[in-house]
């Protein structure tokens, strides 16, 4: 299927590893042009050369988005070198896990401006240009958390249900104007997130990674954990042309996790 990206103009954050690197790839792989970001210099020129390899035209911004001077900086770099963004993907690592008595509100502040504020500076600075065109897909990496809380993940269950929420309100403002707002909930996803989490809970409970490991595909109804291309595909359809009448939904990708009807 020709999902009708080549030659678009993808925006996808932290994107030098993890699910925000499977994004870019697969949208890449499609023929989009990309601006990618990330705090780290050399895994994000890794990144680059790699992606450049599909053919299309890769920027390459160094950037913390908890900045709102850097998220401005990042979209200018689009603007200069593409003169458009029609993609955003957002997306960012998550905070610390604990229980609510272990964050400090410097914690609490840190969350909100790395997941909440991040989305709504990056769609401030796109926005404009997507209803002027009036064309535009945004599609936000969120959590299964947003449906069905996660133990000991305070931070994220609470700042990434305000994006929902956030994405929700925006896909009905903008839905005349050919702009789709989408969320993608990643369930537990091979990253070094989730082996940072597996570490965490395992000095918890007193016991290896490795149980924590064994315990997650207890959980899920295909016995494992996803890849990140396999979400990374979602992503690319929701981008996509024939996704256009797609809007105001939160998909999860979670092997069947969540164990709500919807």
Not at 99 to 124: G, K, M
Not at 221 to 248: C, D, K, N
């Amino acid at each position: 299927m020709d999902l009708g990206l080549k030659g678009k103009v993808a925006l996808v954050a932290a994107s030098s590893q993890g699910i925000g690197r499977a994004v870019a790839g697969a949208l890449a792989a499609e023929g989009a042009d990309l601006i990618i970001c990330s705090r780290g210099e050399g895994s994000l020129a890794k990144a680059r050369v790699e992606l450049e390899r599909h053919g299309g035209r890769v920027v390459a911004v160094t950037a913390n988005l908890t900045e709102p001077a850097d998220v401005k900086r990042l979209v200018d770099s689009a603007h200069e070198a593409f003169s458009r963004v029609d993609v955003l993907v957002t997306n960012t690592g998550g905070p610390p896990a604990g229980p609510f008595e272990s964050h400090s509100p410097e914690a609490w502040d840190l969350a909100v401006r790395q997941i909440l504020f991040s989305v709504l500076n990056l769609v401030r600075d796109v926005l404009p240009g997507m209803r002027e065109r009036r064309w535009g897909r945004i599609i936000n990496i969120t959590s299964i958390a947003v449906k069905q809380p996660s133990d000991n993940l305070i931070l994220s269950n609470a700042v990434r249900a305000a994006v929902t929420g956030f994405a929700r309100t925006l896909a009905t403002e903008t839905a005349r104007d050919g702009i789709t707002v989408n969320n993608v909930m990643p369930g537990f996803t091979r990253t070094e997130r989730l082996t940072e989490l597996a570490e965490k809970r395992a000095q918890i409970k007193g016991c290896s990674p490795e149980d924590i490991w064994a315990s997650w595909y207890d959980e899920i109804p295909m016995g494992r954990v996803g890849e990140p291309h396999e979400l990374a595909a979602l992503v690319a359809f929701l981008a996509s042309e024939q996704a256009g009448y797609i809007t105001a939904q939160s998909m999860a990708v979670d092997g069947g996790w969540i164990k709500a009807l919807l």
